[in-house]
């Protein structure tokens, strides 16, 4: 009898051994976190029906973990408030820091304007390498919010810094951050001195101007700090391993698609009579568009061919790494109504994250992390109304693209969150999705915030 109770109390400390050591998760392993910039479900269905048809399924699909996630931003003014609609700069602090911050604050406190840690900087601290690839400048709001601190987004070199107008009458200033006045200075200046290992991107054009502090240009103050600058992707093959920069255009880098004659999404046409009343005349769509390659890609490097090459430096000599990489134009293009530039870029995210699926097969311990920073305007809305045998001629307001699939029927997007020169974001719930390794520390729902302490406690576990 004793020796039943004796072999039941050993069995049952094993399996409370088992539960808290389970509850308690200490892992240290690569991190890759893929971010669509804009890529909300309504973006990833778009794109869905498009390359693979609405039966089939991206690789995005067929990954194990899929949680939703809350995004959060606040109002500078009054830091309690909150704001339910966030930008990408705002956004990706709150991932990078786990801070909650206004739109268009780079790795800084709403209204206090204070510098917040971010993951890089703690993975540095120890030896962990580092890398950022965005198809983007790679000054850009995502992937800065990784590296700089900074009060407004726009300040992306020593040209840019006091009193620059932005868009319509509007200025920023970022005088408070010049090197003159004790601050960490450009964005552009920030990234030299950053320490992180690859940069691959766009935005030369913040690299060639006049460093604040120095008669040389920021890209030769780059050279001096030991990276290795390349421009094209014959260049790019060339490097093996050691600090990388890589800018492959002056800015944004161009799409892989675009819509036919490079189309975007109109306004339909009303009939005269129809401008009276809502109920009288006619009322007619946007002609269909096919999608098309971009001609402007030419001679480029794919978001894969980057991410590629990033892997391959960050694990030259076996050791963690923590990467980021940004497909920033499924963003970029639904702000330009262009349904073909976004379900494009969402391509070349499905495509970086099968390299990444990859990599794993060798490297069974890196956590894949794919999500976006916010929602994005587009819908898709019926191609005939379900209102269309009304006598009265229905039609959605806004901009529409009516594209035609490679299946045959027309998708029929739209984009109504206002009619200036751009459409903006939305404040929905983003995915997060994940691979296997995520299975157990991925909860089912989180907020934006709450990515970075997962990110933190796996490639940096304490103890």
Excluded at 128 to 137: E, Q, S
Aim: proline share 5%; charged share 20%.
């Amino acid at each position: 009898m004793k020796q039943i109770l004796l072999s039941a109390k050993v069995i049952l400390g094993t399996f409370f051994f088992l539960v808290i050591t389970q509850s308690i998760p200490a892992f240290a392993g690569n991190v890759i976190l893929i971010i669509g910039d804009g890529m909300d479900d309504a973006q990833i269905t778009i794109a869905r029906n498009y390359l693979v048809g609405p039966r089939g399924k991206l690789s995005l699909d067929h990954l194990p973990v899929r949680s939703s996630v809350q995004v959060l931003s606040v109002s500078d003014q009054n830091p309690k408030q909150a704001v339910y609609v966030a930008d990408s700069a705002n956004s990706a602090t709150a991932i990078a820091t786990g801070v909650v911050t206004s739109r268009g604050r780079i790795g800084t406190t709403a209204g206090t304007d204070l510098d917040v840690i971010n993951i890089i900087d703690l993975a540095q601290e120890r030896g962990i390498k580092t890398g950022l690839v965005t198809t983007a400048n790679v000054t850009d709001a995502t992937p800065a919010a990784f590296y700089a601190h900074t009060n407004n987004r726009d300040c992306e070199n020593p040209s840019l810094m006091v009193d620059v107008e932005v868009y319509s009458d509007v200025f920023v200033d970022c005088s408070a951050d010049l090197k003159s006045n004790d601050g960490k200075g450009s964005i552009s200046e920030q990234l030299v001195g950053s320490g992180v290992d690859v940069f691959l991107g766009g935005g030369l054009k913040h690299f060639t101007v006049p460093a604040e502090d120095a008669g040389d240009e920021v890209l030769a103050m780059a050279k001096q700090a030991g990276y290795q600058v390349v421009l094209n992707p014959e260049q790019l093959n060339n490097i093996e391993q050691g600090k990388l920069l890589g800018l492959f255009s002056e800015s944004t880098m161009p799409v892989i698609w675009r819509g036919e004659d490079d189309r975007k999404a109109e306004h339909s046409e009303l009939s005269w009579t129809n401008s009276i009343h809502w109920s009288m005349g006619e009322v007619t769509y946007p002609e269909p568009m096919h999608c098309e390659d971009n001609p402007d890609f030419t001679g480029l490097p794919t978001l894969v061919e980057m991410t590629d090459k990033a892997l391959a430096v960050l694990s030259a000599e076996d050791s963690d790494f923590f990467l980021m990489i940004e497909s920033a134009s499924i963003d970029k293009q639904a702000h330009r109504r262009k349904a073909c530039g976004s379900i494009g870029e969402l391509q070349q995210l499905n495509d970086a994250l099968d390299s990444a699926l990859v990599f794993t097969r060798s490297h069974p311990d890196t956590l894949i992390l794919v999500t976006a920073d916010h929602g994005q305007a587009a819908q898709i809305i019926p191609e005939e109304s379900l209102f269309a045998a009304s006598p009265y001629p229905i039609y959605s307001p806004g901009h529409v693209a009516r594209i035609i699939t490679p299946e045959g029927p027309v998708m029929a997007i739209n984009y109504a969150t206002n009619d200036f020169v751009a459409g903006e974001h939305t404040g929905v719930t983003v995915p997060l999705l994940s691979n296997n390794v995520g299975v157990g520390i991925v909860p089912s729902m989180m907020t934006q915030p709450e990515i970075f302490g997962l990110i933190k406690d796996y490639l940096l576990p304490e103890g």
